[in-house]
Every structure is written in C-alpha cells, then in structure tokens.
C-alpha cells in the first residue's frame, strides 16, 4: 500500500505535504515524491527513491516548492520496481525522463491501490499516441483522466468518472488539472482516503494521522465518490456525476492512536488487514478466474519438468512452507522438502535433477534466507522467492519472484504477511497441478473459486473475536501451551505457538498429535492447556484421541474447528468455530483465531505487542 497526501488553501504546500507524508511513512517508503503548483499552469514535480528524507533534502524541507497547491505520495511497490521513473506523482504528458520538473501537463496525478486491468488500458492509450516512462499502472490511470478529459472536454469530474467505470481495482486518487490551479479531485474505491477542512485550506490524506496536526474536521469520502477539493470548501460527487453531500465528522483520537488507524496496535490493524492482503493477492495473480503467474517468470514447462521442490525459510515463512507441503503433494503430486533455511544453507544436500527451491520470506532480507537461495544457485537448482517487499534483496537474486501484496508490515509478529504468503502457495499448488495434469480444469476452477471466498470468510472469523479476548483473559497466566494437529493442522499449530510464545512470552510449543505420546506428553499436568486444531477431516477422530489422552491427564483442552462440527464439545473444554472451506486451505482461516489469542493475551500481560522482547522485524544477521 502507498500514503497520498494533498493540500489547498492560504500556506505553502510543499511544507505541509512532506509533514503528512511523514505520518504514512508506514504506508510504504521505497521512494516519494511531490508536484506543487504555484497558481500557473506549470507544477513543479519532485521525485526521489528511498525514504522520505531524501526528498525532503532536495527540496529542502519543501522550502524550493513555491505554491499553494500540490500533492504528494510515499510509495509502496507493486507494480515496477522502486525507482524516480516510477515513484508518484504521474503525469499525464508525453515528456521523457522521469516525469519530474516543470511539467505542464494536464494531468498530474497520485495513487494508492492496484489497478488491476492496465495493460489492456496502457494498449489502448498507446494506440490514441500516448507515450509511457514509467512501468506503473498509476501512470496509466492519469493518462486515461487525461484521454476522457480531452476527448470529451465537460470537465475533471466527468473525465474522473469516465475513468471509473472503465478501471478495474482498488484506488485512491488525487489529481490536479492545469485549468484548475488551485483545487484537487479526488477518487476512491476500496482503498482509504480521508480529505479534511479548515480555514480557508483543505486537505487529503490516506489516513488521519496525515493531517491531524492541522484538522480535526474530516470528509470520509465514500466508495466510487469523486471530490473537488478547494481551499476550505469540498464538493462530492457520484459516479453519474450528479452532486452529493457527505457529513464533516470530528477526529476525536489522539496522534498516536491515528497512526494504527484506531486500533490499538500495529498487529490487531494487520490482522484486520488480512482479508485485503489476501485479496490483493488473489487478484495480482488469478484473473477472471484464470491464474497468471506470467510475472513471475515461470512457465508451465519449466513447472512440468520439475522432479522435486525445496521450500526454504525461517520462522512464520517455513511455516507458510510447511502447510505448502501438503497442499502441494496433494494437488500437484510433487515431493516437496520443507527445510530451515539456517539449516539448509549448511546441508550437503544432493541436489536433485529439476529440483525448484522455493524461498519465502516477508522482508526479502533475512540472512538466513539468502544465504540458502545463494547456496541453492550455486547447486544449480532453478529458485522462486515469494516476497512482500518489492526489490528486496531476495526477490532481486531469485530467478523469479511472485509478490505478496500485503503491504508494509510494522509489528514484529507477521500476520498478514503470512496470510499472503499462503494464499500464494495455494494458487502456486493448483498452478502446478494444472500444469501437470493432476487437476483438471473444472477442479482447478472450484478450488480458485474457494481462493476467492477466503477474504470474506476471514471477516467472518474478525467479527467474533470477542470470545477470543475473552478467553485470553482466561490464560493470561498459562505457563505452558501445547498446540497439536494432524497433516495441515500441524502447521497451522506451528504458527499458532510461534505467535503466542513471541508476543505472550508464554512457553508454547506445537506438535504432531501423533508424537505427543512419544515423550512430550509427560510434561501435561493438571491444566496444562491444550489447543487442537481440528480442521482436516480425515484426521479429525485421531486428534481428538489425541487430546481425550492429555485430558486424562489433567490438560485443559480448546479446540479450532469447522462450523457445525458440534460433537467436538463432548471432548474439549472451549471451542473456536470457523467457517467451512476446502480443507487444502484451512489455514488462511484456522490461523485467525490463533494470532487473536496470542494478541489478546499479550495485551492481558501488559506486554509490547508490535515489538516484542529480543526480537526484530527482519534477521538480516546470522
Ligand atoms: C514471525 O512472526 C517472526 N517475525 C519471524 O519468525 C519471521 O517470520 C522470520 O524472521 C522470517 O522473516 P521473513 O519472512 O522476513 O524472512
């Protein structure tokens, strides 16, 4: 995701853009840039890569921008790799370089979101004699403003919503038009914006931490509305054009809470963001029901020949490996070897004919993770990174790289991250499988459209979690958790401990269900909590033995399983229900319940939830 800013009104605009923009930094901060207008037709465009400051340098604080209008971006990657050609604002001219400078075009634009159809509206411009610099869609989207507004000539609202109706994807938008010096247009669907008021100025923000400092008084501007913002003054309309009103609502948070969007902390706001990340995940590689992993790089002859696969990683990412595994055996029948990559970078191991290492990692920098891709090229093997961060360090040295689209992730314990990270694996299984005929076409079909279900279904699961807080407050004071499960459920009750134990500081450890006997279970005691995951049919009656057998000896016992699953209550002793799906994927949703719990409990503890004790976002040392 990306940070948008804007303002209009009596001050100097650069000044105040840059001060907002530094409130989204955890919006994304793989580059930035600005346009300011001075009253003239000319705006004056800024661009720079890396963080914020670098921008603020060349421009010295803003002060170099004369004007009282102007817009700005921190950029996020998802389409084009962080550099100035690509870093927003875009315009709408033909000019050459990276679209910075006193650029006079018509158009000059800033976008959050993914614009899911642009290379067939990059064609169609192309073939009206508009010419591109950037590798971005948002290029495209103010280029096709740009088109309607020339060709129909009624007016920045009507080429605003001309674009609408023709764009598929997610965006907040906002424009300046050279006829209109001193106002901004604005448009959204289903990414955030916020545009406030007050004397005399206005101003835009993709969150309210942007402007706080200057308004209290916001616009929520609703979904598919366009805005014209003008200094103290916002109009609103709908996609027919026609005006409507929307009520002013008074920011009522303090600074601090604003940035986590209102919630309390960076993790429950990334759990919340879960069914986007996944979403836009989807959508990046399945479209209109077809899987599209020509991004990558990989095609459906290179997967064919593949004889085994190697999923390589380190902490929530080998678990993503490890549930990978079974839906990947079982869909696409190829053995697959889910390994540490602390490890594997030591191993001796023979590399098999056609073997593909595939490496996830949230941050793209984790050492461990590196090195073993290095050693993994060194033994020839062809390498996929499934990676959030864009031109990360492995995403750059893999030989194909699909992107998670999650967004920046600011707690330490990675939520949405690995949710995304999933949701890939699962498309990339029944890419696999299709492309080696284990699944036929109408199979592959149903199993997408259960992919596509999974973001709602995680709503769901969000709405109850006040059981969840509740009985966290059960076990704050746990000394020891115990997570088992069978097949799929085991991995997911590996994340499952690592997230209670990194955050609760709680000892917890996940097991096979089936090797508890083997030695574990005499550490079980009067109360020790038990958490089952229960999703996997098949397995369902052993895991329950399984935890029947800590009962007996004094285990308290919680179970995650599917709704309607009712006779579970004849066993434990507190349920969690999830909805249903097809069991390849029982994880994007069992998982849920588990980061509340952990959350939740940490909270009770009165610990640091978003950075936990001794650890860090990303282990770029050994
Ligand atoms: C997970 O909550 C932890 N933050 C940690 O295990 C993390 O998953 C691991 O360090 C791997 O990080 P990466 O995905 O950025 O490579």
């Known amino acids: 995701m990306c940070g948008i800013v804007g303002y209009t009104g009596r001050r100097q605009a650069a000044p105040i853009l840059l001060d907002s923009l530094s409130r989204l930094e955890y919006r994304g901060y793989d580059s930035a840039g600005l346009a300011v207008r001075n009253g003239t037709a000319l705006a004056e465009v800024v661009k720079a890569t890396g963080k914020l400051y670098h ?54 634009g800033v976008h959050n979101g993914i614009i899911e159809n642009y290379t067939e509206l990059k064609d169609k411009l192309l073939r009206h004699g508009y010419a591109f610099y950037s590798d971005t869609d948002t290029e495209v989207a103010v280029k096709l403003v740009d088109y309607y507004y020339k060709k129909y000539k009624i007016g920045p609202v009507d080429a605003i919503t001309r674009t609408m109706v023709r764009i598929r994807g997610s965006y907040a938008l906002a424009l300046m038009f050279k006829d209109y010096p001193d106002e901004i247009f604005a448009a959204r669907k289903d990414s955030p914006m916020i545009i406030g008021t007050g004397e005399e100025e206005s101003f835009l923000a993709s969150d309210v931490p942007a402007i706080l400092k200057y308004t209290r008084q916001v616009y929520y501007i609703g979904n598919l509305q366009v805005a014209r913002v003008s200094p103290g003054k916002v109009a609103f309309f709908d996609l027919n054009g026609d005006e409507n009103t929307i009520p002013l609502t008074e920011i009522t948070w303090d600074a601090a809470a604003a940035e986590k969007g209102g919630y309390e902390h960076f993790m429950l706001k990334e759990i919340h963001e879960q069914p986007a990340a996944v979403r836009d995940t989807l959508n990046s590689i399945v479209k209109d029901g077809k899987i599209d992993l020509s991004g990558t790089g990989l095609t459906e002859e290179t997967v064919r020949s593949v004889s085994k696969i190697d999923i390589v990683a380190c902490g929530s990412a080998w678990h993503v490996g490890m549930a990978a595994q079974y839906v990947i055996e079982d869909l696409a029948g190829i053995p697959v070897r889910v390994e540490l990559a602390s490890e594997y970078r030591y191993r001796k191991i023979p590399m098999a004919e056609k073997t593909l290492v595939i490496v996830i990692s949230q941050s793209g920098e984790t050492a461990d993770s590196l090195a073993a891709l290095r050693v993994a090229k060194e033994r020839g093997a062809e390498t996929l990174a499934i990676v959030n961060v864009i031109g990360s360090t492995i995403a750059r040295e893999a030989d194909h790289v699909l992107y998670t689209l999650a967004g920046p992730e ?36 149903a199993l997408l459209a259960e992919l596509a279900e999974i973001p709602a279904k995680i709503e769901r699961i969000l709405e109850e979690k006040a059981r969840l807080q509740w009985f966290s407050s059960k076990i704050a004071n746990t000394h020891d958790i ?65 935890m029947m057998e800590c009962r007996s000896r004094g285990g308290y016992l919680m179970g995650i399983t599917t709704n309607g699953n009712f006779s579970v209550e004849d066993s434990v002793n507190f349920t969690v229900y999830i909805p249903k799906s097809d069991e390849h994927f029982m994880a994007s949703l069992a998982v849920v319940p588990l980061q509340l719990l952990a959350y939740y409990t940490s909270v009770n503890r009165g610990l640091d939830v978003d950075k936990p004790r001794n650890l860090a976002k990303s282990v770029t040392v050994e």
């Open 55 to 108: 921008l603020a340098d060349k421009t010295d604080q803003g002060r170099a921008l004369a004007g009282c209008c102007g817009i700005g971006h921190t950029r996020w990657a998802t389409h084009g790799d962080p550099s100035v050609v690509n870093a927003h604002p875009h315009v709408s001219g033909n000019c050459s370089g990276s679209g910075s400078g006193a650029v006079e075009s018509d158009v000059v």
């Open 410 to 445: 600011i707690a330490v314990a990675t939520t949405k991250a690995y949710s995304a990270q999933l949701i890939a694996t699962d498309v990339l299984a029944v890419y696999l499988a299709l492309a080696r005929g284990t699944v036929a076409e109408e199979e592959a079909a």
């Open 482 to 546: 115990f997570f088992i499960g069978r097949g799929l459920d085991y991995a997911i009750s590996l994340e499952g401990s690592l997230k209670m134990k990194e955050i609760s500081y709680i000892h917890s450890e996940a097991y096979a269900a089936g090797e508890l006997k083997h030695g574990t279970i005499s550490l079980i005691e009067n109360n020790t909590l038990v958490i089952g995951v229960l999703t996997q049919k098949e397995l369902y009656e052993k895991t329950v033995s399984n």
